[in-house]
């Protein structure tokens, strides 16, 4: 079996109108190569699910200009998206005050919970979360030992992108550092996963504990930047937007 | 001193040495520059570790290592990397012992309110991020705040007007001016700034307070 694909031909099967999920968390851990083809592919009326919105900073990495998510809502791709937070956008924001985006708010435990459930088979999780809060509208509320909690229900999507390190062709992923988060979650919870990589190894090569993806969950592998491309990406990134002080010196 | 840096060194103070702590962003984060000598906490982050370390200089920061809010960050030896869905155990689950966080508004019964304004009808930004989970888990929440707004008005309130993050959740409430408990009968003084008493405090605070017989001015880490 070999699950390595070029990702055009991945992309060629996003169609207007597509549910997809992406992994990462403000550009840490994002499937930077699948956001930049989904871009120039143009596809409309995106229903997005990530946790968090955009990274913080203006920096032009696609040569559509932007980076992260923010041309997705730029360029009017999206119709709805489902998150924890999207303060950091500000073409979502204007979007959403001129109708043009719908918002659906889940606190970060919750969102993630949701897509657990949505991968592991379960039909929702109950959650203290939210109790209290604009949260509970239109929700059900049970009490369970006399505490009540929300029932949040299941979230999957047709598409999930997700990043990681390294990749065999069978699909067994391997993360690297605080890039984990949303990945594994989200890997499990779509009808067709794609894993874009820093490497792509042979099988056997990821010792079998340090797969945090199953290959079960993976249909299509595609390379990403590679890890020494994506360290000069975020450093150039993080010191063009202020968060890396370069030393006068160097400068 | 200004306002936002008197309240983090203040702030700072609410920590304990060994403790599992979540700061938010903002003031919240610079909290962690004013630890007292000899208080070690474990900082989490909640897109995955916990004992992070400063912002790494040039030439040391890596591309997957990075915190809540796109920055680059370090590892402090003993650290540890999770998933989301891990770190939102230890945050929902009651492992955290304190979180501090910005708000919006704040109330007598210890609500918090600081991820909804409007920019349109029924509809809210920037959102709630993994504040509401941590009201609801962490076993201490404090608010830290300017006391009034740009007009002066008190944001530190009878009953919060925008949307809650949580409910009846907070211990401490944390402004330049004052200290506040929240106890079941309400919003205790227990530290003034200098220059104000709890009479004057009153005519610039919208929540009714009662004042703890051992009221001090307020503290600031040495």
Same mark, same amino acid.
């Given at each position: 079996m070999n699950k390595v694909r070029q990702l055009d031909d991945v992309i060629e099967d996003l169609k207007?109108?597509?549910?997809?999920?992406?992994?990462?968390?403000?550009? *840490?851990?994002?499937?930077? @190569?699948?956001?930049?083809? =989904? *871009?120039?592919?143009?596809? @409309?009326?995106?229903?997005? =699910?990530?946790?968090?919105n955009t990274y913080p900073g203006k920096y032009d990495l696609y040569e559509t200009g932007g980076f992260d998510l923010a041309p997705l809502f730029a360029n009017n791709q999206v119709r709805k998206m489902i998150t924890a937070h999207t303060g950091t956008c500000a073409e979502a924001v204007q979007a959403m005050k001129e109708g043009k985006l719908e918002i659906e708010f889940f606190p970060m435990g919750s969102w993630i919970e949701k897509i657990r459930a949505g991968g592991a088979g379960l039909g929702g999780v109950l959650t203290p979360t939210g109790i209290g809060t604009l949260m509970e509208e239109g929700k059900k509320v049970l009490e369970i030992n006399g505490k009540r909690y929300l029932l949040e229900l299941p979230l999957r999507a047709e598409f999930a992108f997700i990043n990681g390190y390294r990749a065999d062709p069978l699909g067994n992923i391997e993360y690297r550092g605080i890039g984990l988060n949303t990945n594994p979650t989200i890997a499990m919870a779509a009808d067709y996963t794609v894993a874009e990589v820093n490497e792509i190894v042979g099988v056997g090569d990821i010792d079998p504990l340090r797969v945090g993806t199953p290959s079960v969950f993976v249909k299509a592998v595609v390379q990403g930047y590679t890890l020494a491309e994506r360290q000069d990406v975020f450093r150039d990134m993080w010191v063009k937007t202020g968060r890396i002080k370069v030393p006068a010196a160097a400068e | 001193m200004e306002a936002k840096d008197l309240?983090?060194?203040r702030a700072a103070l609410e920590l304990a040495d060994g403790e599992i702590v979540n700061l938010g962003f903002g003031m919240p984060t610079e909290v962690a520059n004013h630890v007292p000598a000899g208080v070690n906490v474990v900082l989490q982050s909640e897109n995955g570790c916990l004992m992070f370390g400063p912002t790494p200089v040039l030439g040391k920061q890596d591309a997957d290592i990075g915190n809540a809010g796109g920055q680059p960050i370090t590892l402090l030896p003993g650290a540890s990397i999770f998933d989301l869905a891990t770190s939102f155990c230890i945050?929902?689950?009651?492992?955290?012992?304190?979180?501090?966080?910005?708000?919006?508004?704040v109330d007598q019964e210890g609500s918090i309110a600081n991820w909804a304004m409007p920019v349109a009808p029924g509809k809210y930004s920037p959102g709630m991020g993994g504040a509401m989970d941590l009201v609801t888990g962490a076993h201490k929440v404090v608010a830290v705040l300017q006391h009034n707004d740009k007009k002066g008005g008190s944001k530190v309130l009878k009953k919060c007007s925008l949307p809650v993050t949580g409910k009846g959740v907070l211990k401490t409430i944390i402004t330049e001016k004052a200290v506040f408990d929240v106890t079941p009968q309400g919003l205790v003084l227990k530290e003034i700034a200098e220059g104000l008493t709890p009479e004057t405090l009153r005519d610039v605070t919208d929540a009714d307070f009662t004042v703890d017989p051992g009221l001090c001015r307020y503290r600031l880490p040495n």
């Open positions: 207007d109108g597509a549910t997809i999920m992406l992994g990462g968390f403000l550009s *840490v851990g994002t499937p930077l @190569k699948c956001i930049e083809k =989904i *871009v120039k592919k143009g596809v @409309k009326d995106l229903t997005l =699910i990530s946790v968090v | 309240i983090a060194r945050i929902r689950g009651g492992h955290v012992d304190t979180t501090i966080l910005g708000a919006l508004e």
